[in-house]
């Protein structure tokens, strides 16, 4: 494929997302006649960019009948929550359509080098810590995918000596048939089982970021956790490790309270942990995994250094937002699988208030569970949202204080301030999704840090 062979392509893109979005205008401005189809009303959506691209030759159809009788399309592009299997794509490639999808576009026609980044938890920390390193360098790189922006965005600013940074999620790389020329696979466990049939297509959807990988290119895994580290059989490419638990031959560890790095037999230290402002133990696996490519890149051992002490991390993951009579506040409201909930408790060695619970992804909260019961340091929990019900029924910790019924933030805060004492640390840390009280994890994030300043600036 080439960009000049979609001029006059008939192109429908589902879904107008931030991706369908970015979609029709690359496609519009290419030639193609474009027709965007998406469930939702109209009314449900900008008005201005609709009218744009209404002015460009784009059409609309939207509704939840849209694809009940669609025409016949030369190129249909899913957006990353419509499932490759789903019964309307089918209807459309029985017609003789092409199933494709931005990211799938992107990786065709892309002339520089991709470094994609993928894992259940810490691809957007990893990604932006990739992309600022290579800046550091004075190289020309883009960061894209479910960070930054969508890489159809800057594909035709690109040249063949351009890097692309891409965070790459399951949805997105699960019918994938080429893999980035340094694909890296961090923590991976399970999430998005209300999307994925199981685990197993989860994890296989993941794996095809290095399953179409050649010889020349390169690979970085995660060795401490059994999913990731048993990938490396799925890529042809040269493979480096990362692990904070162990030394790697050809890779980047944590050892002795600092980063190194070896290759080729050859071992140099990056940086001390205690330079790393970075929360939690597992940001240091982020760390090494970062600093591993950027290595392979080519970004001096200087430039790396510096681009890790001055990174604070990004919105919503361990983010301090402000003390109330001594009682720190943490926004860690992106936690919404168990097992990064006990990460976020474990980052914090003071009694803690947890904002826990909200809506379902089929996750399972044993190991969550089993780590409160035990726990000697979590001093209450706030409960909220759906699945509060089902982690209440199973706590056993009599020693805790429980809050539940908060119909909204501000209950939600306030409880989490009667409960707090000074010296200990409030964590909105919820394990589950959002979307039985708030928009999405951002919505919650945000609406907690108001909260929290709107009680700081009252006391």
Request: a positive charge; glycine letters at 6%.
């Amino acid at each position: 494929m080439s960009i000049s062979s979609l001029q006059y392509k008939k192109v429908a893109i589902i879904g107008f997302g931030v991706e369908g979005l970015s979609s029709a205008k690359f496609f519009v401005k290419h030639k193609a006649y474009v027709t965007v189809f998406d469930k939702k009303e109209e009314k449900d959506f900008d008005e201005e960019a609709i009218k744009a691209l209404r002015k460009l030759g784009v059409k609309f159809v939207f509704g939840e009948n849209c694809l009940d009788n669609p025409e016949k399309f030369d190129l249909v592009l899913r957006s990353p929550g419509i499932r490759r299997d789903a019964k309307e794509l089918k209807g459309l490639e029985a017609k003789g359509a092409s199933i494709t999808s931005q990211t799938k576009i992107f990786f065709d026609l892309c002339p520089g080098k991709i470094i994609g980044i993928t894992g259940t938890k810490g691809k957007g920390t990893t990604s932006t810590l990739i992309y600022q390193m290579l800046l550091k360098q004075r190289l020309e790189v883009y960061l894209g995918g479910n960070i930054g922006k969508p890489p159809l965005d800057f594909l035709d600013t690109l040249n063949d000596q351009s890097w692309t940074v891409l965070e790459l999620s399951s949805f997105q790389l699960q019918d994938m048939t080429s893999s980035p020329h340094i694909a890296i696979m961090l923590m991976t466990t399970s999430e998005h089982l209300d999307y994925h049939k199981d685990v197993y297509e989860y994890i296989d959807a993941k794996r095809n970021i290095l399953r179409f990988q050649k010889k020349d290119d390169l690979a970085i895994i995660n060795r401490d956790y059994p999913v990731s580290h048993e990938s490396d059989i799925y890529t042809n490419a040269k493979l480096f490790q990362v692990s904070r638990e162990r030394e790697c031959r050809n890779g980047c560890f944590v050892q002795n309270d600092s980063i190194w790095v070896e290759r080729e037999g050859e071992k140099q230290k990056i940086i001390d942990t205690k330079d790393i402002r970075l929360l939690g133990k597992h940001n240091l696996e982020n760390v090494c995994a970062a600093v591993m490519a950027a290595s392979i890149v080519g970004v001096s051992k200087a430039n790396i250094a510096k681009t890790v002490k001055a990174f604070k991390g990004l919105e919503h993951r361990l983010q301090f937002v402000g003390e109330i009579d001594k009682a720190r506040y943490y926004d860690d409201s992106f936690s919404t699988i168990p097992e990064t909930t006990i990460v976020a408790i474990e980052a914090f060695n003071k009694p803690k208030v947890l904002i826990l619970g909200g809506s379902g992804k089929n996750s399972d909260f044993t190991q969550l569970i089993n780590f409160i019961n035990k726990a000697q340091d979590i001093r209450g929990i706030i409960g909220i949202g759906l699945e509060w019900k089902n982690i209440k029924s199973k706590i056993k910790n009599k020693k805790l204080r429980i809050v539940e019924g908060c119909k909204d933030m501000k209950e939600i805060v306030r409880a989490a301030s009667s409960l707090a004492k000074p010296g200990d640390v409030v964590l909105l840390s919820p394990a589950c999704a959002s979307f039985d009280m708030f928009k999405n994890y951002k919505d919650r994030g945000e609406q907690f840090k108001k909260e929290v300043n709107q009680l700081i600036s009252n006391s």
